[in-house]
């Protein structure tokens, strides 16, 4: 009898004392593997990585507390994933736009990068290979100094280019990452010409950084901005440029001498600066001068 009226006292403390342990005050902690997330503009959309990152703390991260040979998440806590805004290339394999779990086996030399649909699960305790969208294989390189947390990152980020790359410890492991936004912006540029504020000068700068097969297009654009804005410099500027990179020395040569000519009267001092350096560099690499 006197066990069931301890128990039944017992009882009655716990619900007398448990709210007042839900309302106690909730500590702000410094997590021992923080989570990560980033978004970088790439291509023409971009690409986001959520991750956790681990530490050393005195462990050995590869062939100790992550093991060779394994399926790892590829960071600690959930998995971690990867989204791509467009279809890109990763080490020339294409992975259609989307989130992917980001998954790899480690090995002392030979890594294997996996992306894979199920970006819900927790670890990789539940991997399914048959959910596999890419696996690439990789070469790990050694770092000169350790590096004590795990960290995801594009690196060499170009417009519609980087490396995919891990480190942690004395492991880097990267993979090459591309994209290909012409057919998106070819596709952007011909609808917008068909609206009334047509991106002649962006269209134009487009062809021209990128090296399009067939320049006419842009300059034909440029006469068009030309028309409609007669004192705008910058329009003469980059028709001096396509007219060069035609070969087009001589009309490449009379636009940068119009926009001369038209920057003198700009009140930005700046802007009056950088363009008339450019038209000079430009009027002295048509003429041969250097």
């Known amino acids: 009898m006197k066990y069931a009226y301890f128990f039944a006292a017992t009882a009655a403390l716990s619900a007398l004392l448990a ?14 593997s923080p989570g990560v997330h980033t978004r970088e503009a790439f291509s023409t959309s971009f690409i986001e990585l959520s991750y956790s990152r681990p530490s050393l703390r005195g462990r050995s991260a590869f062939g100790g507390l992550v093991p060779y040979g394994q399926v790892w998440r590829t960071g600690a806590n959930t998995v971690t994933k990867i989204r791509f ?8 394999q294409t992975v259609p736009a989307g989130t992917y779990a980001l998954l790899t086996i480690p090995g002392k030399a030979d890594w294997t990068i996996i ?11 539940e991997y399914k290979q048959s959910l596999d969208v890419a696996r690439i294989p990789a ?8 590096q004590e947390s795990m960290s995801l990152s594009l690196e060499n980020l170009r417009p519609a280019a980087a490396d995919l790359t891990l480190t942690w410890e004395r492991t880097q492991v990267s993979l090459p990452l591309t994209a290909n936004p012409d057919p998106i912006v070819l596709a ?24 399009q097969p ?7 654009w440029l006469d068009e901005f030309i028309k409609a804005n007669p004192t705008e410099y910058y329009g003469y500027y980059w028709k001096a440029k396509l007219l060069q990179k035609q070969g087009k020395n001589k009309e490449a040569a009379a636009a940068a001498n119009k926009s001369l000519e038209l920057v003198k009267v700009d009140k930005n001092d700046i802007s009056k600066a950088e ?6 560099q430009l009027l ?3 003429s041969g001068k250097k």
Not at 275 to 280: I, W
Request: net charge positive.
């Open 214 to 220: 067939d320049l006419n297009p842009a300059v034909g």
């Open 139 to 146: 070469k790990a390189s050694k770092l000169a100094a350790p």
């Open 275 to 280: 363009y008339t350096r450019l038209n000079q």
């Open 19 to 32: 709210p007042a342990a839900q309302a106690q005050t909730k500590l702000t902690i410094p997590q021992p």
């Open 284 to 286: 002295a690499e048509v």
């Open 188 to 211: 952007q540029i011909r609808e917008a010409m068909k609206g009334e504020k047509k991106p002649y000068v962006m269209a134009a700068q487009y062809y021209y950084n990128t090296n």
């Open 115 to 125: 992306l894979n649909r199920d970006t819900a699960q927790w670890g990789a305790y």
């Open 85 to 92: 805004g467009e279809e890109v290339k990763l080490a020339g």
